[in-house]
C-alpha cells in the first residue's frame, strides 16, 4: 500500500510555468509506475505522464515537449514540470502509484492538486 500526496498546484497565467510534486509514502523504487493523470471539468480523466521504477517515461501527445516527469533518486518524490502552460491545461492533476504483487495489479491515488492557467 502506498499513500501519494500532490501539491504545487496553482493559478498561472498563459504561457507560464508550474512544477507539482507527488510525495509517496513509501521508496519510489518499490513502486512498478508513478504517473500523473488529469481530469478537467466535464471530461474523463486523462494520463499526462508516467515513469517505471527503471525510469522509462512515456507522455500522453499533446504534452510531449511542453511536460516533464522526473523523480528524486534520493527519496520518494515525483514531479511534473508543466511548460508553455495553456488553458486547456486546467485540471485537476492527480498521482498515480501502479504496484504489482504476485500477478495482481494494484492502483492508488493521491487527493489531486488544482491546476488553473488563464489567458
Known amino acids: 500500500q502506498v499513500q501519494l500526496v500532490e501539491s504545487g498546484g496553482r493559478l498561472v497565467q498563459a504561457g507560464g510555468s508550474v512544477r507539482l510534486s507527488c510525495a509517496a509514502s513509501?521508496?519510489?523504487?518499490?513502486?512498478?509506475?508513478m504517473g500523473w493523470y488529469r481530469q478537467a471539468p466535464g471530461k474523463e480523466r486523462e494520463l499526462v505522464a508516467r515513469i517505471t521504477s527503471s525510469g522509462s517515461t512515456n507522455y500522453a501527445d499533446s504534452m510531449k515537449g511542453r511536460f516533464t516527469i522526473s523523480r528524486d533518486n534520493a527519496g520518494n518524490t515525483v514531479y511534473l514540470q508543466m511548460n508553455s502552460l495553456k488553458p486547456e491545461d486546467t485540471a485537476v492533476y492527480y498521482c498515480?502509484?501502479?504496484?504489482?504483487?504476485?500477478?495482481?495489479?494494484?492502483?492508488?491515488w493521491g487527493q489531486g492538486t488544482q491546476v488553473t492557467v488563464s489567458s
Open positions: 513509501r521508496t519510489i523504487f518499490s513502486i512498478n509506475a
Open positions: 498515480n502509484a501502479v504496484i504489482a504483487v504476485r500477478g495482481t495489479t494494484y492502483q492508488y
